[in-house]
């Protein structure tokens, strides 16, 4: 049977059916219905955070914050991360500037922001990695202190905590994607949390028209709302989350007791006083020490039906749309890394023994 790098978590299905039936007779299928409102208030609740904005999806979501924070000049980031984050600042006329990452964890290297600070910075755009989280402490305080906004890439950090405190409670806002492959998912989704009440007000006019009220538009605005459709699902979803996670939990413990001390493979260091989500297993492949490469790795599970992911590569730096324009010799941490990640299949139905056989069949090539 096909293995995939990512299966959807799925609710049973008469409970789905369950929570559309009204729509049937409401007929309120979009436009912030009461799906919609109660998701939102669910998020609030289980992300402890104090505003959850829904969008129809997260890169939406990224890229309508930066528009309501009304930014100009140059944002400070990282390219090891999905194509949406650099896109997101480039589609709103910004200019990035690449961070190099932290070796053990791949989020953004805070002891290196400062340099890159000029008088054209105007915002920090840090990214949450396969779950792992920012050094949000020391990122904030370099905010404060040079006046810059911070907006969290949490695509990846959906349920985490630091210090007990819910991530989305850090900077300025935060941006989920409740995309299929997420941990929590809502189909297509995605969502903005903040504590300013006022950027509330911005987002929900961008994501539908600048639409004020039934006679008066005032702004400018797109159509990024969220249906009851994906709502619903949402809301099914997150009824069984805390058990999804659990199940996350000993697919990425069993990963750790079949690949740890492998020499050439470096694998993610717990996060302390992090409470994770175990959203993603990557490795990263050092041939010289494996015996093997990525790509070799790659072929031998797929010629079992084994379907892995060499994510993030390439870097966002390196892509085809941005050739020319930047340098990722100046990121060589997250270049080495990019050249060599690979994420192994992650999912709360991924099945342990499985798991063994992933882990034989990549052990098998050590040397080869």
Known sequence: MRINVIRSSMPPFEEYMEKIRPLWESVWLTNMGALHNELAKRLEEYLEVPNVSLFVNGHMALEMVLQAMDLEGEVITTPFTFASTTHAIVRNNLTPVFCDIEPDNYTIDAGRIESLITDRTCAIVPVHVYGCICDVEAVEQIARSHGLKVIYDAAHAFGVKYKGKGIGNFGDASMFSFHATKVFHTIEGGAIT??????????????????????IVDGIGANAKMNEFCAAMGLCNLEHIDGEIEKRRLVFERYMDNLSGIDGISLLKPQKDVTPNYAYYPVI?????FGANRQQVIDALAEEDIHVRKYFYPLTSDMDCYRGRFDSSLTPVAKWAADRAVTLPMSASLDLHDVDRICDIVRNLRGK
């Open 194 to 215: 903040t504590d300013d009440e006022e950027l509330m007000d911005r987002l929900w006019k961008l994501k539908d028209f600048g639409i004020k009220n039934e006679d």
């Open 285 to 289: 492949i050092n041939e010289k020490e």
